[in-house]
């Protein structure tokens, strides 16, 4: 049996591929034209009868090809391969994602399907970098039908599936998995609000009623178990309050209520879930004051970043509520929030370490402005109760509600002329 060809080996070669470029780059490969003939379309064409010419080098037929610098190793790579076994047995034949996306360019160019189609199965198969990503997507696109399969996994996902996908997450992240799986649940929460948010491109899901009622239901069980625990914080003693897993628990369903109150703004759903908390603030208070600690204090500021969202969209109408329910939230967390203030201000300042504690100055303010919005909403005469209260009380600088006092006094004092013209006008009428 004859010894099989191999490129390079001047003493067999019957052709010699001549590989140039622009830069002046200029490289002789002995090869053997039955091999170039079976391995690709463009030598079995220059080869044939039917090419007009055909050039003489050291006494062989020459194939001249030119290519650009940047792809020079690729072609001598290509001429390579035509000599070696491609038949899947062998995995390391490309040197990584960039080397074969270099060598498929080539295979097309010179019409080699053996080639093409072991470097698609590669470059489908193997991970990609994130460059290599968009390398590939700059590429693939223009090549034409047989390197499509490349592209499978980045082609766009039919709804079914991204609804199916979205509510198995949604139920996950909205679950009370073991503390183990915190950071798993933490990563569920943030693609299920990456999925409904609008950037540079389109959310990925629309939310549709079903979708919503989906939401709704989730949100109600949190709260059904949240509300459970509740009930068990205010049949135990104080001490068992600050036991280290209960505590645990309350603010893992603290961080939950944070989350979702963003999902749900996003899905324009609120309500569902300032109706829960409206109904439980009373219960989360008690317990809240049951247990004075430095443990406690850092559930407090948790339940403070919540309460900031939920009168957020109470007292800027995002969610309309009546009146008895307004008055009572100002009543049960103004008086909690600023005596909550001061102990998480004196724990930051006893410690600069303690990072836990810290909360974003922008939060006080927002909030300090979100009880001016619901105060001044409020019915005059429950106004000036509020009021009444807060210039007798010694935490008078948090929150502040001169700007409500302000608008109280002036509304107060024209009120009579004020009314006194539209009944005129209405009699006139």
């Known amino acids: 049996m004859d010894a099989p060809s191999k490129i390079g080996d001047r003493s067999t070669s019957d052709v010699v591929v001549r590989l140039r470029t622009l830069e002046g780059r200029d490289e002789w490969i002995y090869c053997h034209s039955d091999i170039l003939v079976e391995k690709s379309k463009y030598f079995a064409d220059r080869l044939s ?45 490309w040197n990584g994602v960039k080397n074969a996306l270099g060598i498929l360019q080539v295979g097309i160019q ?25 390398e590939i997507l700059r590429i693939i696109p223009g090549m034409g039908s047989e390197v499509e399969p490349i592209l499978a996994r980045l082609q766009p996902v039919n709804l079914s599936a991204i609804r199916g996908i979205f509510i198995s997450t949604l139920r996950f992240a909205m679950s009370s998995p073991p503390s183990l799986m915190n950071d798993l649940k933490s990563s569920a929460q943030e693609q299920l609000e990456y999925m409904v948010t609008e950037d540079d491109d389109s959310p990925l899901l629309i939310a549709d009623d079903d979708i919503k009622s989906e939401v709704k239901d989730c949100v109600g069980r949190l709260f059904s178990r949240f509300n459970n625990l509740l009930e068990v914080y205010l049949c135990e003693p104080a001490e068992s309050v600050d036991e280290a897993g209960k505590m645990t628990l309350f ?36 317990i809240m004051q049951s247990s004075p600690t430095v443990e406690m204090i850092g559930i407090k500021l948790k339940v403070v970043e919540v309460v900031a969202k939920v009168l957020e969209s109470i007292g800027y ?15 049960i967390w103004l008086p909690f929030v600023r005596i909550t203030k001061p102990l998480i201000d004196s724990v930051m300042t006893s410690d600069d370490d303690s990072l836990e504690f810290k909360i974003d100055g922008e939060l006080w303010q927002s909030l300090e402005s979100t009880f001016v919005s619901i105060l001044l909403a409020l019915p005059s005469v429950n106004q000036a109760e509020i009021l009444t209260e807060w210039l007798e009380n010694e935490y008078i600088r948090y929150p502040d509600l001169s700007e409500a006092f302000e608008v109280w006094c002036y509304r107060s004092k024209v009120a009579n002329r004020r009314l006194a013209l539209i009944e005129g006008g209405h009699c006139a009428l």
Request: proline residues 3%.
């Open 317 to 331: 109408g995002t969610v309309i509520l009546p009146t008895t329910k307004r008055l009572h939230m100002v009543k």
């Open 251 to 286: 603010q893992s369903y603290l961080a939950d209520f944070s989350w979702a109150c963003q999902l749900l703004s996003k899905l324009e759903i609120m309500r569902v879930f300032v109706n829960s908390w409206v109904d439980a603030s009373d219960k989360i208070v008690a």
């Open 49 to 93: 009868d039917n090419w007009p010419t055909c050039q003489i080098l050291d006494s062989r037929n020459c194939v001249e090809v030119y290519c650009q610098e940047l792809d020079f190793d690729h072609h001598v790579n290509v001429l390579r391969l035509f000599y070696v076994v491609i038949d899947g047995s062998v995995d390391d034949l």
């Open 110 to 134: 010179l019409g080699c399907p053996q080639i093409v189609t072991a470097c698609v199965n590669y470059l489908e198969a193997v991970p990609w970098e994130e460059s290599e990503e968009e």
